[in-house]
């Protein structure tokens, strides 16, 4: 022990001694070395708090599993309205208008009609679609599995009508709406591909019913583009490689 007496605390200066562990510590509180060496200091419970923590605590006013929102989350609703009731129909989000495609459809059979340029002109493919597959259908009854062939046509001679059109006219066209107007005018050529399924179309009444049928898809298609992209005057040159176009399906039908 003598050894620690003798040792220089430099580091830090306390009146704490290695003797005093041989006096007996009261620690019940009546009083003793404990007490004496050590009542004048005051110890702190709480220790050192930050003054941020030191606010007062807002009571949870919320449920169990039901936490209060502090943010309105965006639904689809904020965009529709409150309920469901205003939301568009899903015909409607998927730009599919049945007055649209019966008013088309009408400008078609009736070639004398005037065609509206503002419904002409948008891009509707739901009703080519439909045109499509049922003069493949009706080719199929006849016997010809062409759908190949219709598909491959209508793509070559709408990307050629699309830079046709492009050239001649000062606003331009887009592609769908190009394809959008030939599909609806293959109409009557679903007529001519019908009545291949009852009677021959190679005989003399045949070739003045498939030249019919060119001259009415050509001149409705000619008339719709005409409408739709302002191009008074113009029609013969439009109609020209339309009727080259529909004449192909022809003697698809014919053939």
Same mark, same amino acid.
Not at 22 to 32: K, L, N, V
């Given at each position: 022990m003598s050894g620690f007496d003798g040792f220089n605390t430099d580091f830090y200066q306390t009146s704490y001694s290695i003797d005093d562990q041989?006096?007996?510590?009261?620690?019940?509180?009546?009083?003793?070395a404990y007490n004496k060496q050590y009542s004048d200091y005051e110890y702190s419970q709480s220790g050192f708090v930050p003054p941020e923590m030191m606010q007062q605590q807002q009571p949870y006013t919320g449920q169990i599993y039901q936490p209060t929102q502090t943010y309105t989350p965006t639904t689809a609703q904020s965009f529709?309205?409150?309920?469901?009731?205003?939301?568009?129909? /899903?015909?409607?989000?998927? $730009?599919?208008? &049945?007055?649209?495609?019966?008013?088309?459809?009408?400008?078609?059979?009736?070639?004398?009609?005037?065609?509206?340029?503002?419904?002409?002109n948008e891009t509707d493919l739901a009703g080519p679609m439909v045109f499509c597959l049922a003069f493949g259908a009706t080719l199929l009854l006849a016997g010809k599995i062409q759908f190949g062939?219709?598909?491959?046509?209508?793509?070559?001679?709408?990307?050629?009508?699309?830079?046709?059109?492009? /050239?001649?006219?000062?606003? $331009?066209?887009? &592609?769908?709406?190009?394809?959008?107007?030939l599909g609806y005018c293959l109409l009557p050529m679903i007529l001519l591909s019908s009545f291949a399924v009852v009677f021959s179309l190679q005989g003399m009444m045949g070739v003045i019913l498939t030249a019919g049928i060119i001259g009415w898809c050509s001149f409705s298609a000619s008339k719709i583009f005409i409408s739709a992209l302002a191009m008074e005057g113009q029609q013969l040159l439009v109609a020209y490689p339309c009727a080259l176009l529909y004449g192909v399906f022809a003697l698809i039908s014919v053939f």
């Open positions: 041989t006096q007996a510590y009261d620690y019940s509180g009546s009083g003793g529709y309205g409150s309920n469901f009731e205003d939301e568009p129909p /899903l015909l409607e989000e998927l $730009g599919i208008n &049945f007055d649209h495609i019966w008013q088309k459809t009408l400008t078609v059979l009736h070639p004398l009609k005037v065609a509206d340029g503002s419904i002409m062939y219709v598909y491959g046509i209508s793509a070559i001679g709408c990307l050629g009508m699309f830079c046709l059109l492009n /050239l001649m006219s000062m606003t $331009g066209v887009s &592609f769908g709406c190009v394809a959008s107007v």
